[in-house]
């Protein structure tokens, strides 16, 4: 916590508390906000800190000791997203130690019905001093059922989360607890501004090199190769490849129109909404099934996850696969699920033109929620107002499709978390078939023509290769890709 210095002075007054389960009592790992009568944080000196925007806090294994001026005093504790915040204000006094019991209350466990939560993009900087023990501590705190922890290379930063091999860290994890050491391989056209882009590759068995190209290595490395090789390796191993950042690289639609994606990370690492589901939108209405993932990238710096829906028992390998075949809604915190004619996200419900469809909206919540929205080839189709306090419900919406594209729910609300981050969830698309062509499957084509035009015209005349044969290869391969647009138009 950048600005708060730890203190150590036995004249204040201790508080010492035990973080429980309000049905089991025993023990929870959780994240804990104290402000002291002045308004400023306090810790334990030795406590893994919080990273992230909003409230400073510390993780802890479920019980802490902490020194605090005397007078009233406020703590917060959460675990993930799952469990209800619980908040209490106490009079800190001298030669009186106070002891706390601080029990949190799961008010909703999806796991009991299949799904479960994960974050795919992870990394810890250069300067994290304990990565193994956050790395232990990150999963549990956050509730995470999945974390993938990933290399990258920015001109040799020697950063702390690519010391672990890559693969299932199980001596960090546990079999409700997996985390997994992938890759994020990258590259950009300038310092921050994306070139072909991030793209990250989960379920690896080794390492697929190169990590980046071009800028991210020298001033003088080659825009070379492009990522889609990547994609085709992680394949092969068979692992996942999916766009971060939401698809502000280049390469992205191609990666999509060649069918080399698997998913797309939103809300990844923060909010930026309407901008942040553009390129997402324009490629579902093109036909490409591209799930919703998400992550938090530097660090778990926010509630952002993907749940994924396994069918049958838990295994990492389950919930890659459910993430692949599109049963995944993201969130910070509240559970939305959607239903069109009992067929799940990722499946494909055909219909006539006389055909009726019912669509189910379920929505729990222990934060405000402000609205339900039912979006349509990329349009909103219908809203349902929530009213104040409601925390679920269900809302069943019957309508007749006109022609074929997809439907997802998305949810709003004007309530932030301890993150300041918008409260908000959003479910991967159900694909509709009625055996009309939507009309924005041809606006997104034209957008993505238009765009890889730009990126050709760079390709040309500015990027870097070692030899014309490369400069050939890629250009080849961005064309592909277009032509693929330009079939659909």
Known sequence: MAGVEARSDTSRPILHGRVTDHGTGEL???????LDPGGRPAFPLDAIQKVGTGLAGFYTCGEFTVEVPSGLVTVLVERGTEYEPYEVTVQASMGTPCELTLPLHRWVDLRKTGWY?????????ERETRPDERLELDTRVHDLSVMVISHLERRGIPYSSNKYRVGILAE????????DCGEETRHNRGLWEAGYGHLLLVGLQHAVEPLSRGLLVSDSAPDYPPLCRACDEARRQGGLAIWCHNGGGMEAPVAAALGKLDALNLFDPFWAMPEEYTVWYHLLNCGFHLPASTGSDWYVCSNNRVYVQVDGPFSYDAWLGGLRAGRSFITNGPALFVRVDGCRPGDVVRAGPDHDLETEVAWESCHAVERIELVLNGEVL?????????????????????????????LVSRVRDS??????????????????PAAARAASAAFFVKSLDKVLQWVHACARFADEEQRAEVTDLFRSGQDEFRRLL
């Open 28 to 34: 929870l790992e959780a994240q804990v906000h104290i």
């Open 117 to 125: 939560g994960g974050n795919t993009h992870v990394h810890y900087d």
């Open 172 to 179: 960090f994890g546990s079999d409700s607890h997996v985390i």
């Open 382 to 410: 219908s809203v349902r107002e929530v009213s104040s306090g409601e925390r679920h419900g269900l809302w069943r919406f019957p309508w007749r499709p006109q022609e074929d594209g997809w439907l997802a729910a998305r």
């Open 419 to 436: 993150y300041y981050q918008p409260v908000f969830a959003h479910t991967s698309p159900v694909w509709l078939h009625v055996g009309r």
